[in-house]
């Protein structure tokens, strides 16, 4: 499955996004999808997943972000809110199979998207 993360850009601290994660080519029906960031300098972390309709979070958004998925529109999806500059950084989807203990490992997803730039100003 090829994936396409869209939606990031420039906010202002407590203010809102809207990322998309669609399948250019094949679907996620088969599929966990992970959204993860990296920040310049840090490692990629775990950001949130939707799977068997339950949701993960890590402990840095939890509260704040929310991840949803449309199997319809085969696109998974992340709201952030009250955003802090902290925030700043690429957001990536990803597809796997991982097991449940293995969600939050980057190196648990096999297929990455390009990354969308999120940048969140003070």
């Known amino acids: 499955v090829q994936l396409q993360a869209s939606g990031g850009g420039l906010v202002q601290a407590g203010g809102s996004l809207r990322l998309s994660c669609a399948a250019s080519?094949?679907?996620?029906?088969?599929?966990?999808v992970g959204w993860f960031r990296q920040a310049p300098g840090k490692e990629r972390e775990f950001v949130g997943t939707v799977r068997s309709g339950r949701t993960y979070y890590g402990d840095s958004v939890k509260g704040r972000f929310t991840v949803s998925r449309d199997n319809a529109k085969n696109t998974v999806n992340l709201q952030l809110s009250s955003l802090k500059p902290e925030d700043t950084a690429v957001y990536y989807c990803?597809?796997?199979?991982?097991?449940?203990?293995?969600?939050?490992?980057?190196?648990?997803?096999?297929?990455w998207g390009q990354g969308t730039q999120v940048t969140v100003s003070s």
């Open positions: 990803a597809a796997g199979r991982p097991i449940l203990s293995e969600i939050r490992r980057p190196q648990a997803y096999q297929n």
């Open positions: 080519e094949g679907t996620f029906s088969s599929y966990t």
